[in-house]
């Protein structure tokens, strides 16, 4: 143990290996790029869809339940699949790590909407706030932390993922690691082991700064702002009945 | 003027909430709607301002059809105050007032200056505004949610138990408070509870409703208690009315009589002097009561301001009813009631006898009317 410690350092203060194509910042950038595509992607996805879910009320058992589904399917398994339909490439690994980003940025955004205090809806509501108004200036703001704790989720999930990438003729992170497994170079492999792991560490502090700045400190004083999204899918079986105690508010007609 | 033409609310499930409803309600004037727990009242409220929708007759504001416009351009118009008060978490106490003016595109600055203006208004401190809704007591909370509701200046406030939520000295405060705000403003109010004590304090008329969504009785709060309309009513109303209805007779024309006094300073032979049926009251020098003396008491030298026997309610003959007279009377501990005026000072004396006689008076004004 102390001799592959040792044998790791050395290897991070070789200059060989931080240089050209195969050096460690090319690598750490093109796992970045892979990891940050599908991220953005299941934002633009996730985030709408939970909103639109959550704001309505309507919906809410199919979300969860898509998000559980896509949760329990295997990474390697699904890249498989793909590779075989499409080719090596980027595109399946981009599609499969989609897929793994998508469950809890949708149950974070959904979760946080419908959690959001039926009484400061209904306010929100009472005071003139059209709906889109009251999902945008009421509903997502204090969904933020929800939110946030979804994306650190996928984050830290597509980051350590996307290291399948070089199993498909893709580089990144991946490709250090897969590299020493094809030789047995335990000192490499566990570099890339651990390049992967601070790297999504240090995205993941950076969101947690992130969620500082953005979420109103007034939701800081109640609740935790830590909560993850990954306990979401226990609450939305919940809500059916939480909410039929309490009268609808009713959508004016229109 | 806000005008319920044969209303009805039926849920999709079948529930009748709302009735047929024909109620007009005042401009400028507190209205209040109380009833049982489901009778409808709530349901009443939130159709006004189209939070639910109706299923039969119409509303008119000022005469036109609240279905006739957009939902959300009304409701900017009409200010909103519930149970729970509904306050933004994520916003500022000064931007929760803001809201409303925010909508309506004031602009940041002039919007803010509104909701300090309001936040002074209800009785907030200005250190409130950069606090957050989680960092306020229950009753600072409601009084966000009230300055909240005015702050676009509607001319109608809606509020739905607005003050059940917290502890009975902050309700009272409370009611107080909305009494005298609406002394300045003169809002149309429509104010929903269940406590039929603060229908009557609050209300200009009260409507009692009965499960089902039916009006049971449409009044003035004194007219409540003394003519309960039918059984429901009169049990809705509940005890002791008869007394309670006494808060709206006028003391006006209530006889005050003498009342014996002695300074702080007097002896003992001073005070058995000035005694009347073997009582006095000691005043201070700017003759505001301080408590009574007992002839009987081992009375050696001068009067001891310490063990003095604590008086009872004061009655302030320019501000109190009938049931401040008799609460007076009632009290004291020498049975006569110690009238004062407007500074405090004792201007006399008022018997529970006399109060009765100004009752029979009334109620024979009244049936001669
Ligand atoms: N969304 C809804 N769907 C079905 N029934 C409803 C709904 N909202 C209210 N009701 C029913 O309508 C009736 C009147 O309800 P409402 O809330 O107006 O009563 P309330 O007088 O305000 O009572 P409380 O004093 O308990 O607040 C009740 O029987 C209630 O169960
Ligand atoms: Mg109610």
């Known amino acids: 143990m102390g001799a592959l410690l040792a044998d790791v350092a050395a290897w991070f203060g070789d200059s060989a290996n931080w240089t050209g194509a195969a050096g ?64 090596v490439g980027l595109l399946p690994v981009t599609i499969a790590l989609l897929i793994l980003a998508i469950p809890p940025l949708l149950a974070g955004t959904y979760a946080g909407v ?88 240090l995205a ?25 999204a990954v306990v979401a899918p226990a609450q939305p079986e919940q809500l059916p009945q939480s909410r039929s105690t309490t009268p609808e508010p009713e959508l004016a007609r229109s | 003027m806000i005008e319920f033409r044969g209303v009805t609310k039926r849920f999709p499930d079948g529930t009748v909430a709302v009735d047929a409803l024909d109620l007009a309600v005042e401009d400028g004037k507190i209205t209040v709607f109380v009833g049982p727990s489901g009778c409808g009242k709530t349901t009443s409220l939130r159709m006004i301002n189209r939070m639910v929708e109706l299923t039969g007759g119409t509303i008119l504001i000022d005469g036109s059809d609240i279905m006739a416009g957009d939902a959300a351009q009304l409701r900017r118009g009409i200010g909103y105050v519930i149970q729970q008060s509904g306050l933004f978490p994520h916003r500022s106490i000064l931007d929760n007032v ?43 909370q409601q009084r966000v949610g009230v300055a909240r509701a005015l702050a676009a200046d509607p001319p109608i406030l809606l509020m739905d138990e607005p003050f059940s939520a917290v502890d009975p000295v902050v309700r009272e405060n409370l009611q107080d408070e909305l009494l005298r705000l609406q002394s300045e403003l003169g809002k149309t109010i429509v104010f929903v509870t269940h406590d039929i004590d603060e229908a009557v304090k609050l209300g200009d008329k009260v409507a009692v409703f009965r499960t089902g969504g039916l009006l049971a009785q449409y009044d003035e709060p004194g007219h409540l208690l003394a003519r309960p309309a039918d059984d429901f009513v009169d049990g809705f109303v509940g005890r002791d009315r008869g007394y309670r209805g006494l808060g709206f007779l006028s003391a006006n024309g209530l006889p005050v009589g003498e009342l014996s006094t002695v300074g702080s300073g007097a002896t003992g032979d001073q005070v058995r002097e000035a005694a009347r049926d073997g009582w006095t009251l000691v005043v201070s020098d700017a003759g505001h009561p301080l408590g009574w003396v007992q002839v009987g ?37 020498s049975g006569l009631g110690v009238a004062v005026d407007a500074s405090g000072a004792v201007v006399g004396s008022v018997r529970a006898a006399d109060v009765l006689a100004a009752l029979a008076t009334a109620r024979r004004d009244e049936a001669a009317a």
Do not use: C
């Not at chain 2, 003016?101 to 950069?130: D, F, H, I, Y």
């Not at chain 2, 301001?305 to 004291?332: C, F, H, K, N, Q």
């Open chain 2, 297 to 333: 008491q081992a009375l050696s030298g001068p009067v001891d301001t310490d063990a003095l026997i604590a008086g009872g309610s004061l009655y302030d003959t320019e501000a109190d009813s009938l049931r401040g007279a008799l609460d007076a009377a009632l009290s004291s501990p």
């Open chain 1, 204 to 228: 993941d502090a950076a969101l947690a700064a992130l969620q500082r700045l953005i979420v109103s400190p007034g939701l800081r004083t109640s609740t935790s702002s830590r909560r993850r």
């Open chain 2, 98 to 140: 803001a809201t409303v003016p925010l909508l309506l595109g004031w602009g940041k600055r002039k919007a803010r200056e509104r909701a300090t203006e309001l936040m002074e208004l209800v009785g907030l401190s200005p250190e409130m505004a950069q606090r957050y809704p989680a960092q306020l007591s229950g009753g600072q």
């Open chain 1, 24 to 87: 460690v910042p090319n690598r750490v950038l093109e796992h970045l790029q892979y990891s940050i595509v599908p991220i953005l992607l299941a934002l633009l996805i996730a985030v709408p869809i939970g909103a639109a879910v959550g704001h309505s009320g309507r919906g809410g058992f199919l979300v969860v339940g898509v998000a559980n589904g896509m949760r329990s399917l295997p990474e390697l398994g699904v890249l498989t699949i793909l590779v075989t339909f499409m080719s």
């Open chain 1, 114 to 201: 419908s959690n959001v205090d039926r009484a400061v809806v209904d306010a929100a509501r009472g005071m003139g706030m059209t709906e889109p108004e009251i999902l945008t200036k009421v509903e997502l703001p204090n969904a933020l932390p929800l939110i946030i704790g979804g994306l650190r989720t996928a984050t830290l999930q597509v980051i350590a993922t996307a290291a399948i990438a070089a199993f498909v003729g893709v580089d990144g992170l991946g490709r250090i690691l897969f590299s020493g497994l094809a030789v047995r170079d335990y000192t490499r492999m566990a570099a890339g082991a651990l390049l992967i792991a601070v790297l999504a560490l």
